[in-house]
């Protein structure tokens, strides 16, 4: 089944307690926000970051999805997190280190008794080793669940092993999630690259994540934004073959045929189930710059 609803190439992580990269978040090009409470901001400044996003929440990002990620509910911010934004405008609370299925039940059970909205969603972050031998679990914890997102530094740091240019030390976590994810129908983002002042390695891990399966990439910073975007989304070339072997196929199949052939490739049922994903997804990214 097809189902591309938004783009999800580049979603970009914002700082909860810096006002200015909220207000400048909504002039980005980015699909999706992860507007922080966590990683990013200091425990003496959480309180004052979820003001901060419940505030801009209230404003708006025009077409760019905003999904919240809270502290965990073991910490002493992560319940009034969840508390505060079951009935905001975000569009996904977004959970840390998810380990077990219980726990995306138990945030679905807390946002139903909130009265939370029947559309706001739940992100998993998947980010240690035991979430990697726990991802059948999880992907089927609750129809509320919609990605899963990979925090590939914790999981570095876990692993105790190193970043690497080709990613070795995480790629079978990487490839785990994305069939996971593709299992029980999820979208599912790739990590962070880390270094700033890479373009080369930035592009490099950008075309690893899309080869693997990966909807999108996670970002730090605004100026990775460009690369992610142009990488997950579908070129010109690669809607127009799209198109042709849909209509190759839609040929041969009224003239009798079961398969067709197209610059000397064969076409079956599988390639245009691919061609209509493309399809959807170019219009979708299209339909969201235009809005």
């Known amino acids: 089944m097809i189902n591309i609803s938004r783009p999800r190439r580049s979603v970009l992580y914002m700082p909860g307690a810096n006002t200015r990269a909220l207000e400048k978040a909504r002039t980005l090009a980015a699909d999706s926000?992860?507007?922080?409470?966590?990683?990013?901001?200091?425990?003496?400044?959480?309180?004052?970051?979820?003001?901060?996003?419940?505030?801009?929440?209230?404003?708006?990002?025009?077409?760019?999805?905003?999904?919240?990620r809270i502290n965990g509910l073991n910490t002493p911010w992560g319940m009034d997190d969840l508390k505060a934004f079951a009935n905001s405008k975000a569009d996904?609370?977004?959970?840390?280190?998810?380990?077990?299925a219980q726990q995306i039940q138990t945030v679905a059970k807390l946002l139903k008794e909130s009265q939370a909205r029947p559309d706001?969603?739940?992100?998993a972050m998947i980010e240690t080793p035991k979430a990697i031998f726990q991802l059948a679990?999880?992907?089927?914890?609750?129809?509320?669940?919609?990605?899963?997102?990979l925090g590939t530094s914790d999981l570095v740091k876990d692993l105790h092993a190193r970043h690497t240019p080709n990613?070795?030390?995480?790629?079978?976590?990487?490839?785990?999630?994305?069939?996971?994810?593709?299992?029980?129908?999820?979208?599912v983002l790739d990590g962070v690259h880390l270094s700033l002042d890479d373009e080369e390695g930035l592009q490099q891990s950008c075309v690893q994540g899309r080869d693997m399966g990966?909807?999108?990439?996670?970002?730090?910073?605004?100026?990775?934004?460009?690369?992610?975007?142009?990488?997950?989304g579908p070129s010109a070339d690669e809607v127009a073959e799209a198109s042709e072997r849909i209509t190759a196929y839609e040929q041969a199949i009224a003239s009798g045929a079961g398969i067709a052939v197209l610059n000397g490739k064969l076409i079956e049922e599988l390639?245009?189930?691919?061609?209509?994903?493309?399809?959807?997804?170019?219009?979708?990214?299209?339909?969201?710059?235009?809005?």
């Open 167 to 187: 990613r070795v030390e995480t790629k079978t976590a990487l490839s785990l999630s994305v069939l996971a994810a593709r299992a029980f129908g999820l979208c």
């Open 137 to 149: 679990e999880i992907a089927n914890a609750h129809p509320l669940l919609e990605a899963l997102v």
């Open 92 to 100: 996904a609370i977004v959970l840390p280190k998810v380990e077990s």
């Open 214 to 232: 990966f909807d999108g990439k996670t970002l730090i910073h605004p100026s990775q934004i460009a690369a992610a975007n142009a990488v997950f």
């Open 271 to 291: 390639h245009i189930q691919e061609a209509k994903r493309i399809l959807a997804l170019a219009k979708a990214i299209h339909s969201f710059a235009n809005t």
């Open 120 to 123: 706001l969603t739940i992100w």
């Open 33 to 68: 926000l992860i507007l922080d409470l966590e990683d990013a901001v200091a425990p003496d400044a959480k309180v004052m970051a979820r003001q901060n996003i419940l505030q801009a929440l209230e404003i708006g990002f025009g077409h760019r999805e905003a999904t919240v």
